[in-house]
């Protein structure tokens, strides 16, 4: 067991650039979840996957934020234009879900993004 | 509103005392619980959690956390506090039909004294 990998670990970039960040999950597991998490505030989430469906979107994941999981195993997550207020820590997570769904997410060490 | 409060934004206890960390929810459905930790610049940990049954859950590293119902609480519990506990530590709220998907409070800073 490898754990949850995210690349790049960090990430600085100017405003109005473009980032993606990559996340591959523990390899059985089907569902993979982004979240946010902004200096002294508890994680926020952002979208999941169900194999390679993305099942729900957060309101925080506006028009310049794309993710995907094309076949159901490592996602992306792409910012476009970035601005300031993008400056995060983002972290993905993954869960085996089945007859027993137990919920637990394993978490990545996270993509620290700062755009200046 | 679904919400979880952690009311203490930094705590600090000397190392060998004991600790609690609280945790208030608010959620519709049957809640599950969780307690994360996260050190400086890393991920998170699962420390531990609660589905159903015995309210008294034991977890990693010595935690411990008591679910009850009552007071919409999760409060974190270890006897003997060691240096090596220092991180931040979050309370997470999540369902069985909410996709996993969880919510998080905003997260208790644990410094431990000499």
């Known amino acids: 067991d490898t754990g949850v990998s995210q690349n790049p670990r960090h990430k600085i970039t100017k405003r109005g650039q473009n980032v993606t960040f990559r996340c591959d999950p523990i390899s059985e597991h089907n569902r993979l979840y982004w979240y946010r998490q902004t200096l002294g505030q508890g994680p926020e989430f952002l979208t999941y996957f169900q194999n390679e469906a993305q099942l729900e979107k957060s309101r925080l994941l506006s028009d310049r934020f794309s993710a995907e999981r094309p076949k159901g195993s490592f996602s992306t997550l792409e910012i476009q234009r970035t601005e300031q207020g993008d400056s995060a820590m983002y972290l993905c997570?993954?869960?085996?879900?089945?007859?027993?769904?137990?919920?637990?997410?394993?978490f990545g060490e996270g993509s620290r993004l700062t755009v200046l | 509103a679904q919400s979880v409060t952690q009311p203490d934004i930094h705590i600090t206890v000397s190392e060998g005392a004991s600790l609690e960390l609280r945790c208030n929810y608010s959620y519709g459905a049957t809640p599950y619980l969780f307690w994360y930790v996260q050190s400086p610049g890393q991920g998170l940990q699962l420390l531990l959690k609660y589905f159903s049954g015995d309210t008294l859950v034991q977890g990693i590293k010595g935690f411990e956390a008591e679910f009850k119902r009552s007071q919409s609480s999760f409060n974190l519990r270890k006897p003997s506090v060691h240096w090596s506990d220092a991180a931040e530590y979050f309370c997470a709220v999540g369902a069985y039909n909410q996709g996993g998907k969880l919510i998080f409070g905003q997260g208790t800073e644990l410094s431990v004294k000499p």
């Open positions: 997570a993954s869960s085996l879900v089945g007859t027993t769904n137990t919920g637990e997410l394993f």
